[in-house]
């Protein structure tokens, strides 16, 4: 695209001054038809120096618009590759969120009415005790804890002082006797060694049937000092 204008700056009044109207007329069409058609006129003296100063800064504009022609054309090929990419991206989109708007059928679980008096039947029923367990504790979720006879004895190493055996008795009576306050499977053992260890720092002794060995003392326990031995898991809960 050929360039249509050209800029003429007010630091030319000073080398115009110095000129007759008639000479500035000749400057003028003289700086048309070099920034036009390229043509240098044919000028002497005052008009030569006048038209060297102008024709300067004409060259230098005409340079810049040139490197910003090519500059613009560069960017709108590059653009134009742009747009067909972005074209075919929006395009691939499209078909893309169809297909996924296309139905599909899913199959949806039908409910199975209860029987009235068999919600019962949901709940976990506790599992058949293993042969050698001395105790089944019930927990929050209404399975049981079973103790064996070997985990027990253990236990009875580690609390002398306790009929172990009967103080499962007793947790497993307590835990029936208070639902909302039943152990968790990951909290029940703490809840067990903590209840044997408040007996045996009660200062009580099992019985183990032998002669002259004190046998333990019948305990009468307040719901403040059970409360107190069930809290053991609080934090396990």
Request: include cysteine; hydrophobic fraction near 35%.
């Amino acid at each position: 695209m050929a360039k249509e204008s050209f800029i003429l700056y007010y630091d030319i009044r000073e080398p115009l001054s110095l000129l007759t109207n008639e000479e500035r007329g000749k400057l003028f069409m003289g700086i048309l038809d070099y920034a036009e058609n390229g043509i240098e006129p044919d000028f002497d003296g005052a008009l030569r120096m006048a038209f060297a100063f102008i024709k300067n800064t004409l060259d230098r504009d005409a340079e810049a618009w040139e490197k910003k022609s090519i500059r613009r054309a560069e960017a709108g090929r590059k653009g134009g590759k742009q747009s067909q990419a972005n074209q075919a991206i929006a395009s691939f989109a499209k078909q893309n969120e169809a297909n996924q708007a296309v139905p599909v059928p899913v199959p949806v679980p039908v409910p199975v009415p209860v029987p009235e008096g068999k919600e019962e039947s949901a709940q976990p029923s506790p599992a058949a005790a293993p042969a050698d367990t001395v105790a089944s504790i019930i927990l929050n979720d209404k399975t049981e804890y079973h103790v064996a006879s070997e985990q027990a004895q253990h236990w009875q190493e580690l609390f002398p002082g306790v009929d172990v055996e009967q103080e499962l008795r007793n947790m497993v009576a307590w835990c029936e006797a208070n639902p909302t306050r039943r152990k968790t499977r990951k909290g029940v053992q703490k809840f067990i060694t903590g209840w044997l260890s408040r007996e045996q720092d009660s200062g009580r002794t099992r019985s183990a049937g032998r002669k002259g060995q004190e046998a333990p003392r019948n305990r009468t326990y307040d719901m403040a000092e059970v409360e107190e031995m069930s809290s053991f898991d609080v934090l396990e809960e």
